[in-house]
């Protein structure tokens, strides 16, 4: 009866049919429920997460140029202190002031000139500018100060005789009596290489950039396109989250730009010149990971709904569970400061893949922290572990660092000296100045291959103590004019010290500028010096060059197991087997961490042959870098233990000549080998081709 039953039951109206459509149709409402608040809560982390890390960047990039603004502003009113009537009656001697500052016209590339109460310049360097005689009254850069007596940063504007885009910081020159009696204007020259260049020059992903606005004057200063800079800005109302950031406004969002096109952007202000620098990045370039999952997700439901509610389950749990657990971790590590650590990977596919780079991303990340960490440890290490007093002179900046053994040494306190070069000069006997200064400058100019001088320094209690002071200048710029200088002070109240004393300060002064105080490698400024020389060599000889750029793959767990003094004896061998591996015109440098650097010199003319020998160097390196390595560790009140750790190295060639290529060029190019030797499994060579190819080189 049952079956007969069944039997004249229509399949629509079967409890079965109906439990399984009632089912499917909870499941398939829950499903697509769930799909779009995944989605969205996905859209949303991601946007929050994308938009943090991009006012981040913008952050820094405005606290960059608000400190650069800000020292160029201070050293200008530094400069302006110094001058009265006196020597504004006198243009022959201001004129010789002005060029006596060099330092100034580094920090300017427009130049500097000074006018009279009028606003006409009466002193101008460079003279080739031929500003002498004009008047400027009619810029309010200009007419502000001589009526306020304030310094004021300019509305950018063409020069009058540059005939460039510029802008001025302009500061007023007072009398004895403090009436203004002239101005002293400094011009950045907007468009020539400047300051800006270093946050504005480069794009910010692959279709975004940079835009620093002026809103008090509705103008562009500079933008990573060239061609917005000093073009008015869109009119009000177009972009109101543009609107909002003209209005004071710091923060990131989405909005529409004049052009129809959705933007994620970010601001933050300039307080110095009451500017703001913007970050901008179109949506769709920044939410395409986002847009590409979210259609996958949709396919994957609409298969998902012709299956079992159990398997529909399963399977969703499966597409679900990696995206938005990636999405919590990114969410955790960006509001709760936690420890940089990789996502956990489940999966292989796409969104593996996504994982992967960004756990390549974190990587990267936490290897510069480590090494930033490493760095100022040994840095602090060198400096309160020698007995003189140190000095590290930004000389673009005008700014020194004086160690606390310095001002110990004068008897002053850590916080009772800036960072001003005149918290030196200040203190130096009348009668030593010129002397001084003129060593000084004869090094800044290339002219002593060390800077040398015995002079006297005021004390805090005001009595004079003899100190022997030497530096060195450890960065020049392109055209040679010096960056950078360090130095050392002893106190030489005492008998003069010997020559052998003196060459032992000399070397140590060297060993602090260029190599690595771990390995005693050279260190990347004596890599960059090597690596320059090896580029001109090759162009001179056509013989071909190779940089290899080394990173090791099992350099972390020993750290995490035995720790960082453990790892400094891996580093130390590592270093001593290089070195053995290479010839002896090659170099072998220490970037930091556990990436090392190798310049081949001195390779066949033909390239086919220069590859063979480069490849065969690469691959006796890696063998040497994969034998066991068996490190003796010996600890105070502990019995020596014998650790044994296996590490390999990924590693990224580049072959160069002719000196076609930029050392910045060949350095990226060998690093983005590397990663494709990474990714290919480790302990593996790659070489970079001409045309952005990364060719194998297969283990041995």
Known sequence: MTSHTNQGIPWLQSLGTRAIVITLAVFVVNLWALSFYASRLLQADMQRVLGEQQFQAVSFVATEINDELTDRLVALEHIAKDMDERLIS??????????????????????????????????????????????????????????TGKTVIGRPAMGKKLGAPIFSIVTPIRSTAGAVIG???????????????KVTAGRYGKTGGYLLVAPQH????????????MQPLPTRGRNTLHDRYMLGFEGYGVAINVSGVAELSAAKAIPIAGWFIAVVLPAAEAFAPIHAMQQRMLWATLFLTLLTGALTWWLLQRQLAPMLGAANAL????????????????RHDEIGAMLGGFNHLLETLRKREAALIDSEFRWKFATEGAGDGLWDWNVL???????????????????????????????????????????????????TPIYFNEHRLCCKDGHWKWILDRGLVVARDAAGKPLRAIGTHTDNTEPHQTDVERQAMQEKIRQLAFMDPLTQLPNRRLLDDRLGQAM???????QYGALMFLDLDNFKPLNDLHGHGVGDLLLVEVARRLTDS?????????????????VLNELDADLARAIEEARAVAEKIRLALAAPYRLTVSRPGEPVVLVEHRCSASIGVVMFVNHEETQTDLMKWADAAMYQAKDAGRNVVRFYASNGAVAPVDRA
């Open 536 to 542: 001109v060599a090759s162009k001179r000889s056509g």
């Open 582 to 598: 290479v010839r002896g015109a090659d170099s072998v440098a220490r970037l930091g961490g556990d990436e090392f650097v190798v």
């Open 218 to 229: 509705d103008l562009f200063v500079t933008a990573s396109d060239k061609s917005r800079i």
């Open 331 to 346: 969410t955790r590590l960006a509001t709760e400061n936690l420890p940089i650590k990789a996502l956990p990977i489940t």
């Open 90 to 147: 006198q243009p022959a001697a201001l004129q010789a002031t002005l060029e006596q500052r060099p330092i100034l016209q580094l920090m300017f590339n427009g130049g500097i000139f000074a006018t009279d109460a009028n606003g006409t310049a009466i002193a101008d360097v460079p003279l080739s500018t031929g500003r002498i005689g004009t008047n400027y009254i009619d810029r309010e850069s200009v007419s502000v100060p001589l009526k």
């Open 183 to 197: 101005t002293l204007v400094a011009t950045i020259n907007l468009g020539k290489p400047n300051f800006l260049d």
């Open 397 to 447: 900046a005008g700014t020194v660092y004086f160690s606390p053994r310095w001002k110990e040494m004068l008897g002053f306190s850590q916080d009772e000296i800036g960072s001003d070069l005149d918290e030196w000069r200040k203190r130096i006997h009348p009668d030593d100045l010129a002397r001084v200064m003129a060593d000084v400058q004869a090094h800044l100019d290339g002219l």
